[in-house]
T-cell receptor, first 114, second 116 residues
């Protein structure tokens, strides 16, 4: 498609439950990026993929967060045993290259942990 | 290391007046610089980028930005603001030196409010 599609738009989970977010990148874009936007608008980089391979995971919390981009499937970001502090808007972006091309963002998934 | 600063949390301007949203950066090598805009409940939308060449870059919706290497700045400008320009604006930088990160660093955002 011509837009990055993120689902669901809103996700509510009780503390300790699992949350799974999905992202369909723009067709033809090889790179996918996940960001977390928290208070004060700060964008925190989590992880990026080149096709189905992890490209950079330096921002990914090691314990409860995992992500995948499998062929012919939306990419996914999964949080196990969610905590209150995981409440944020999670954005996915895609680009043709990781360097000088802009990233195209989806509209995000708002995750609320109760 | 790469970093970017947006020194103003909020900029207020009257409709029809020129606007400037400030951005300064720090990189070890040379920068790729980007401006994005975020409307409520939406993702970032790309406005313009500086890669190389002319220091004055023109982008979407009448916005432009000037790359100033000596001042390490990349301020966003528009000659005549519209109420519909009211949004959050993010500057981003990537250091293109060999071995630098491919992941851009985003500023903390500046809220632009254009008053009728």
């Amino acid at each position: 498609g011509e837009e990055v599609a993120q689902t669901p738009k809103h996700l509510v989970r009780g503390e300790g439950q699992k949350a799974k977010l999905y992202c369909a990148p723009i067709k033809g874009h090889s790179y996918v990026f996940w960001y977390q936007q928290v208070l004060k608008n700060e964008f925190k980089f989590l992880i990026s993929f080149q096709n189905e391979n992890v490209f950079d995971e330096t921002g990914m919390p090691k314990e409860r967060f995992s992500a995948k981009c499998l062929p012919n499937s939306p990419c996914s970001l999964e949080i196990q045993a969610t905590k209150l502090e995981d409440s944020a808007v999670y954005f996915c972006a895609s680009s043709q290259s990781p360097g000088n091309q802009p990233q195209h963002f989806g509209d995000g998934t708002r995750l609320s942990i109760l | 290391a790469q970093s970017v600063a947006q020194p103003e949390d909020q900029v207020n301007v009257a409709e029809g007046n020129p606007l400037t949203v400030k951005c300064t950066y720090s990189v070890s090598g040379n920068p790729y610089l980007f401006w994005y805009v975020q409307y409520p409940n939406r993702g970032l939308q790309f406005l313009l980028k500086y890669i190389t060449g002319d220091n004055l870059v023109k982008g979407s919706y009448g916005f432009e930005a000037e790359f100033n290497k000596s001042q390490t700045s990349f301020h966003l400008k528009k000659p005549s603001a519209l109420v519909s320009d009211s949004a959050l604006y993010f500057c981003a930088v990537r250091d293109i030196r060999a071995g630098g990160s491919y992941i851009p660093t985003f500023g903390r955002g500046t809220s632009l409010i254009v008053h009728p």
